[in-house]
């Protein structure tokens, strides 16, 4: 199995070629079929491709991601392939273009080689919102993998794939991250182009990668970044030098006193944290209880914005321009009605319902405007405490992945998010790394903030962590 870029290039630097190393994680996708992470194996172009980065290593021409194996979550387009956000009112569609972080990839030589299972448009902390089944844990195959990006977590947490993109537009790859043992990066908002993203919540969306290793996230982030002409909200900032990891020292760490003490947080979880701080304490760096007193408000924040932007975003599913057209419709209104109706799944439903709600004449400032002011004040507060503090810890999940089917109630499953919808609202880089093992068998994450596009400081902080243990 080969689970990180290292590898892949030790193996080529033995004489393996990239067709082979492709094979391989094909047998890998085979024998894992269970896991239902892939909705897709690009069979044909994953070897057509291979082989042509076997040519470009024989003339000495090849990119900086040679060798690499990719899998996309079903929400990114690339060009003439399917993509369905794991739901049925896209079916057969496939894409017009390739989303910019991806073409960034290729530019470098990574192949794509397959569609990741996601929840339904990326809406769901469970993987179980899929059109196309639930993902399960690869760890425990009675557990949820998280979501949205179950399908990316557990194909680079088994060994499927080197790197999987996901997005995360409340945690969607740092909750999967925390339940699967990899890491997993929600860059700045504006980081990492959004074109080609199927977009959700295009004020939250951000694409970002999966990995087993710090270096790959950081690799790879490095390589996506960066402002692209179709994203008008992608930002110029030069990207940094993520992959040298620089030592630090003197840092000063808040703690959010909220999310830390927090009743819902399993008790081993906390001990695991608490243990961290003690061990940067003993090292020399400040480490902080502040307080955040807005963490009730995240979550309902969230689900107020991002459903309004999804009510407006997946207006275009209309069964005209794309994909599942209703066969049983005659007539405008109906088609619209009967293909919307049959194409979306219950979730998505219910979220156009609450956004189309929130933007709704008379509930609008009641809503959707106070959520806009909230966010103001989080993010506000966000600032003011990066101002004198230089990232912010806290944990990813509250829990470790739970069982399949065990959480019914769709608030219960909203709350799943509470550590990393802050992130979104705010626009801040986080990332999950891996902090230990649960006695129930099952990993957690451990979640740093920075700055806004210090994603650079985010990797150093982060490969110093690892050093301590
Ligand atoms: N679980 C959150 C939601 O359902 C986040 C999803 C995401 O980040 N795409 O909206």
């Given at each position: 199995m080969l689970k990180s870029f290292a590898e892949v290039k030790n193996k080529l630097a033995s004489g393996v070629s990239v067709l082979e190393i492709v094979e391989q994680y094909l047998v890998e996708i085979n024998k894992n079929q269970h896991l239902n992470c892939f909705l897709e194996v690009f069979e044909e172009s994953v070897r057509q491709n291979a082989a042509d980065v076997d040519a470009k290593i024989k003339n000495g021409k090849a990119g900086k991601l040679a060798g690499m194996v990719i899998g996309l979550k079903d929400n990114l387009c690339y060009k003439n392939h399917k993509v369905s956000?794991?739901?049925?009112?896209?079916?057969g569609f496939e894409s017009l273009f390739t989303a910019t972080a991806v073409q960034r990839l290729i530019d470098e030589d990574a192949i794509i080689i397959g569609r990741l299972n996601c929840d339904e448009f990326a809406m769901g902390s469970s993987n179980e919102n899929s059109a196309f089944g639930p993902v399960k844990n690869n760890l425990n195959n009675n557990l949820v993998p998280g979501g949205s990006s179950g399908g990316s977590a557990v194909a680079v947490s088994s060994g499927l794939c080197t790197i999987a993109l996901g997005s995360d537009t409340g945690g969607s790859i740092r909750q999967p991250a925390s339940f699967t043992g990899t890491y997993g990066l929600k860059p700045t908002y504006g980081r990492i182009s959004r074109y080609g993203l199927i977009a959700y919540a295009s004020s939250f969306d951000q694409i970002g990668p999966f990995a087993n290793s710090l270096e790959d996230v950081a690799l790879v982030t490095e390589i996506m970044s960066g402002v692209d002409k179709f994203d008008s909200t992608s930002s110029s900032k030069t990207v940094g030098n993520y992959t040298d990891f620089q030592k630090v020292s003197g840092i000063k760490f808040a703690v959010i006193k909220e999310a830390v003490s927090h009743?819902?947080?399993d008790p081993e979880i906390k001990s695991f944290i608490q243990e961290s701080i003690n061990k940067l304490r003993k090292d020399g760096h400040i480490v902080e209880e502040v307080s955040f007193p807005y963490l009730d408000f995240m979550v309902p924040t969230y689900y107020v914005l991002s459903t309004a932007e999804a009510s407006s975003n997946l207006s275009?599913?209309?069964?005209?321009?794309y994909g599942y057209r209703s066969p049983n419709a005659i007539g405008v209104e109906e088609t619209y009605k009967k293909s919307r109706s049959e194409g979306f799944g219950p979730e998505v439903k219910r979220r156009i319902m609450a956004g189309t709600f929130v933007l709704s004449h008379g509930y609008y400032d009641a809503y959707y405007t106070k959520g806009q002011k909230v966010r103001r004040i989080l993010k506000d507060k966000t600032d003011d405490i990066l101002n004198q503090y230089d990232v912010i810890l806290m944990?990813?999940?509250?829990?470790t992945a739970f069982e399949l089917n065990a959480v019914k109630d769709p608030i219960s499953m909203y709350l799943q998010d509470i550590f990393t919808v802050h992130a979104n609202l705010t626009g801040n880089p986080a990332i999950s790394i891996p902090l230990g093992k649960h006695t129930n068998g099952m990993p957690f994450g451990l979640q740093l903030m920075t700055r806004h596009f210090e994603e650079k400081r985010l990797f150093d902080i982060a490969a110093y962590i690892e050093s301590l243990n």
């Amino acid at each position: 199995m080969l689970k990180s870029f290292a590898e892949v290039k030790n193996k080529l630097a033995s004489g393996v070629s990239v067709l082979e190393i492709v094979e391989q994680y094909l047998v890998e996708i085979n024998k894992n079929q269970h896991l239902n992470c892939f909705l897709e194996v690009f069979e044909e172009s994953v070897r057509q491709n291979a082989a042509d980065v076997d040519a470009k290593i024989k003339n000495g021409k090849a990119g900086k991601l040679a060798g690499m194996v990719i899998g996309l979550k079903d929400n990114l387009c690339y060009k003439n392939h399917k993509v369905s956000a794991s739901s049925k009112i896209l079916e057969g569609f496939e894409s017009l273009f390739t989303a910019t972080a991806v073409q960034r990839l290729i530019d470098e030589d990574a192949i794509i080689i397959g569609r990741l299972n996601c929840d339904e448009f990326a809406m769901g902390s469970s993987n179980e919102n899929s059109a196309f089944g639930p993902v399960k844990n690869n760890l425990n195959n009675n557990l949820v993998p998280g979501g949205s990006s179950g399908g990316s977590a557990v194909a680079v947490s088994s060994g499927l794939c080197t790197i999987a993109l996901g997005s995360d537009t409340g945690g969607s790859i740092r909750q999967p991250a925390s339940f699967t043992g990899t890491y997993g990066l929600k860059p700045t908002y504006g980081r990492i182009s959004r074109y080609g993203l199927i977009a959700y919540a295009s004020s939250f969306d951000q694409i970002g990668p999966f990995a087993n290793s710090l270096e790959d996230v950081a690799l790879v982030t490095e390589i996506m970044s960066g402002v692209d002409k179709f994203d008008s909200t992608s930002s110029s900032k030069t990207v940094g030098n993520y992959t040298d990891f620089q030592k630090v020292s003197g840092i000063k760490f808040a703690v959010i006193k909220e999310a830390v003490s927090h009743e819902g947080v399993d008790p081993e979880i906390k001990s695991f944290i608490q243990e961290s701080i003690n061990k940067l304490r003993k090292d020399g760096h400040i480490v902080e209880e502040v307080s955040f007193p807005y963490l009730d408000f995240m979550v309902p924040t969230y689900y107020v914005l991002s459903t309004a932007e999804a009510s407006s975003n997946l207006s275009r599913f209309d069964g005209v321009h794309y994909g599942y057209r209703s066969p049983n419709a005659i007539g405008v209104e109906e088609t619209y009605k009967k293909s919307r109706s049959e194409g979306f799944g219950p979730e998505v439903k219910r979220r156009i319902m609450a956004g189309t709600f929130v933007l709704s004449h008379g509930y609008y400032d009641a809503y959707y405007t106070k959520g806009q002011k909230v966010r103001r004040i989080l993010k506000d507060k966000t600032d003011d405490i990066l101002n004198q503090y230089d990232v912010i810890l806290m944990p990813t999940t509250p829990n470790t992945a739970f069982e399949l089917n065990a959480v019914k109630d769709p608030i219960s499953m909203y709350l799943q998010d509470i550590f990393t919808v802050h992130a979104n609202l705010t626009g801040n880089p986080a990332i999950s790394i891996p902090l230990g093992k649960h006695t129930n068998g099952m990993p957690f994450g451990l979640q740093l903030m920075t700055r806004h596009f210090e994603e650079k400081r985010l990797f150093d902080i982060a490969a110093y962590i690892e050093s301590l243990n």
